[in-house]
């Protein structure tokens, strides 16, 4: 009975911790935040106007003086995401947006830009492409912003170019085809760009 015991209390000291528990929490002070560790020391200073928990992969979102940031552990800004909803961008399928000298890009949940920023706008990522642009402008409207113009074509998540930006508009990918507007003709292609039937 007593070894059974010790097995049970070692399994349950070796057993893996939840990995949010690893992270630091935000803390408020005085307005702004920071993050403290499991038994309250400070471990980033409290500078930020707004502070979410880390991920298990270990960034957190804050806002500072220049707006929307992901941080490591050490309170080091790791990338400045594309800001969507008032917010960061989400993640979709893995990969986020950001956006550098005015071009948009892809990075993982880890801060890893994957695809590097060359395109004028940039769709989430959906089934496994993400629809981007040359060319392209946004335009407000009202509350809202909306791309007008430009050439249109689908990236895979390598930043590889499937369907080349020769399109006027074009729908997400579903069930392997897409709906695109070639030369004022909405038709269907596959991931390859090759034209198929609906």
Known sequence: MISLLMVAALAFH???????????????????????????????????????????????????????????????????????????DYFSQGLARFVLDGKFGFFNQRGTVVVKPAFDFAEPFRNGAAAVCAGCTMKSDGEHSVVAGGKWGFIDRTGRIIVPLACEAVTEFKNGKARVKRDGQWTYVDRSGRRVSP
Not at 27 to 53: C, H, M, N, S, W
Not at 64 to 72: K, S, V
């Open 14 to 88: 070796t057993a893996p911790q939840d990995q949010k528990s690893l992270w630091p929490t935000p803390f408020e002070e005085r307005g702004r935040y920071g993050y403290q560790d499991g038994r309250g020391k400070v471990v980033i200073r409290p500078t930020f106007q707004l502070a979410r928990e880390f991920s298990a992969e270990g960034l957190a979102a804050v806002v500072d003086d220049r707006g929307w940031a992901y941080i490591d552990s050490r309170g080091k800004v790791v990338i400045r995401p594309y800001v969507f909803d008032n917010g960061p």
